[in-house]
């Protein structure tokens, strides 16, 4: 007996922002608990417990830093990349593989012609694979049917994942663009296209923790 299969993420259109959606929930629970430590501070010390308020925002700062600001936009010819540090716009034809696996991976395109991989570091991935459970274990051996073999599981996870909404407009904007580059060169490389990826740093990012640790540094050496 094969395990069922997971449902497929249908792509709504449009420009799409993804996140996992732990990531989410964490940030509010931190800012909730963050905001009702400073709000009890402020009503029982008042103005004297000002003083620990960049520390407070500090910590909000990088929780927003790491968790919320990273994430990965799906846009209709593009995606961006958005990281702790720095952004990466991938234009779909600067894209040669999008990889779902324990993180989330584009191939792209360099300037030069060679190939890098980026890695999303805030997106939805695959969770652990399940192994298969004593009942359909049993049933296989009672009907003698195999279960389903671990690629694909893998496949079924893979399609299952938010993320693979990426993959599947990737896929049909290289389908486009194989349509109207027919009929094509045989002696040019499949990705052709000029387009490159391209990063550029987050500075309200950089500058917002600058700040916030100067200020707690300056807290500190008082």
Request: net charge positive.
């Amino acid at each position: 007996m094969t395990s069922p299969r997971r449902p497929h993420v249908a792509d709504p259109g449009g420009t799409i922002h993804l996140r996992p959606h732990g990531a989410t929930i964490l940030c509010i629970i931190v800012w909730a608990l963050v905001g009702l430590i400073v709000g009890d501070s402020l009503l029982r010390a008042g103005a004297a417990s000002l003083p620990a308020l960049p520390f407070a925002l500090l910590i909000c700062a990088l929780v927003w830093a790491v968790l919320w600001a990273p994430r990965v936009v799906l846009r209709d010819e593009a995606v961006e990349v958005r990281n702790v540090l720095v952004t990466y716009l991938l234009p779909f034809t600067a894209i040669h593989d999008v990889r779902i696996g324990a993180m989330l991976r584009f191939d792209v395109a360099r300037p030069d012609g060679s190939e890098r991989t980026i890695t999303a570091w805030n997106a939805p991935t695959l969770g652990k694979v399940k192994g298969p459970s004593a009942r359909e274990m049993r049933e296989a051996r009672t009907v003698g049917h195999r279960l389903a073999s671990a690629s694909e599981r893998l496949l079924q996870d893979q399609a299952a994942c938010r993320s693979s909404v990426i993959r599947a407009r990737w896929s049909r904007a290289q389908e486009r663009a194989q349509d109207r580059a027919q009929p094509a060169s045989a002696a040019g490389p499949e990705h052709s296209g000029s387009a490159v990826a391209t990063q550029r740093p987050n500075g309200i990012v950089i500058a917002t923790l600058g700040v916030l640790i100067v200020l707690v540094a300056w807290q500190l050496v008082r």
